[in-house]
């Protein structure tokens, strides 16, 4: 409907106007929903944007502009309000072809080819592959896939990424922590490490290391002997004397059964939780195919690096970052900055014109320095995107659960799926905006009534199933013909705001993708179904006068069809019966 009123007002701007060439001006952002009825369902601004760029009074304009548009079977009333809004109220016969349009584009109901031809990298969850993904990895996952899920329904090509960080410290000391339990149950009087990693899923894949040929349990001699006292110092120098205890070839076999182990996990979880990236990219490869390389001499060729203390350092501070960042260690090690830098120039060296990244919160200082970086190798910085996701707090009977990371002891993905269910799970984490805290109410999220808000959808949509269940349990057949010739009759309160509601679907998934927010097709949703479950209880839908009968059963039917689209998007099933 909005793509109906951008139209006319195109048509009378060049009636009104005729050399529209020194206007330019997305007429879609000056076309929004009005927030009450009595001032029509459309207001425009574009009189008062316009007056700025011709010099014109705004009111004159809207005059002008109103004068150039003709009422219709869509518009019944245009009004000026205000300053120089234009208002367009909508006759009954529009929203009639809406229900029309709904049936029959069915699942496409809503999607649009906003972003034909651009080509989108969205990577997102790329937790380091260190242990099992926890609840906030779940909040990451439910996000990306969502958010690429609404740009594929505006006709973008969406390609999803998850990067494994597969190389550096970090797998090193996985190897140790796997190390150090297996030679542990041989000697009791060991002492774990403070800094490794722990939890049940170190102690699985130790107990696999038989596999490994000639591997003996035996602790190297002076292992504890005169360790530093800082962690990090005490975490290297370990990692040291295991690596010359059981030489390079043994420490790689460690690393890479520890990491198998690992990514087969974190890959079925996800999986079970409908989140299945298209490529999981290496860190490794960048090593491997020379990508680092080649980003550190484009950084060298372009006069952005510079060496001190033996180390060779980015000049990211001259491009908007805080302070200059290293990218070759003095020991002559690339750093994770210059593994992300050369990952960013990979992407665009694909042809992906536009990257978006979902991070955690915590990495808030890592935006200016991907943009530098990215600038600094002749790619735009605009091209990159990045959506940070704020913390969840899981909470049971009003407490707070309590995690730690560190200790091993936190709440994995799996078990709140395990305890909710996967599709209370994939709404909660998207009801509210990734910029805001999310605080998980595990009682709310399993309860069967109209206050959890996964039922209330599902059962608006279950309750349309049952509808049609008891109309053929009549032996009545719903007739789309004499529905269509009867719509007239649909004059309630409860209808007339049921098909203005479904009629903004369309709109309200163009600004959820545009703006990377799905919380807008869950606050929609709720909408919807809070309409028509009013709607169910306030009237009956199978009555003895058949164009009635039929006319509603349209309505309710269109009502599935959305409340189906928008739970899709969400990933969130539509089940027949509750």
Known sequence: MKKHIEKVIEQALKKALGDMEKVNIDLASCIENTRDIKFGHFSSNIAMRL????????????????????LSDSISKISIAGPGFINFTLTDKAFHKELENILKLKQEYGKNKIGRNRKVLLEYVSANPTGPLHVGHGRHAAYGACVANLLKSIGYEVHQEYYVNDAGRQMDILALSVWMRWIEKENKDFSFPDGAYRGDYINEIANDLDDISNLSKKIPDNLFKELPQDSDKHLDQLIEMMREFLGDERMEEIIKKALDSILKDIREDMSEFKVKPDKWFSEKSLIQNGSIDKALNLLEKNNMVYKKDGAIWFRSKKLGDEKDRVVVRENGRKTYFASDIAYHLNKRDRGYQDLINILGADHHGYIARIKAGLEAMGQPPESLTIK???????????????????????????????????????????????????????DLAKSKTNENPIHYLQYAHARVVSVMRQLALKNMVWDLKIAKRSLDLLKTNHEKELMLTLSRFP??????????????????????????????????????????????????????????????????SAPEKM
Not at 51 to 70: E, F, T, V
Not at 534 to 557: C, G, Q, S
Request: without cysteine; charged residues 20%; aromatic residues 8%.
């Open 51 to 70: 007056a700025k760029i011709l010099n014109k009074s705004p009111i004159d304009l809207a005059n002008n502009i109103k004068n150039n548009i003709a």
């Open 388 to 442: 940070l996701v704020q913390f969840v707090a899981l909470f049971r009977h009003e407490k707070k659960v309590q995690m730690s990371t560190r200790s091993g002891e936190f709440v994995t993905l799996r078990q709140l799926r395990n305890e909710v269910g996967n599709d209370a799970a994939r709404l909660f984490f998207v009801m509210r905006s990734n910029e805001q805290h999310l605080d998980f109410d595990l």
């Open 507 to 572: 709109d309200t998934l163009t600004m959820a993708a545009n703006q990377h927010a799905p919380q807008n097709i869950v606050h929609y949703l709720k909408k919807l179904a809070q309409e028509f479950h009013a709607y169910y209880n306030a009237e009956k839908f199978i009555v003895e006068d058949a164009n009635l009968r039929n006319a509603r059963i349209m309505l309710v039917l269109a009502t599935q069809q959305v409340m189906r689209n928008g739970l899709s998007l969400l990933d969130v």
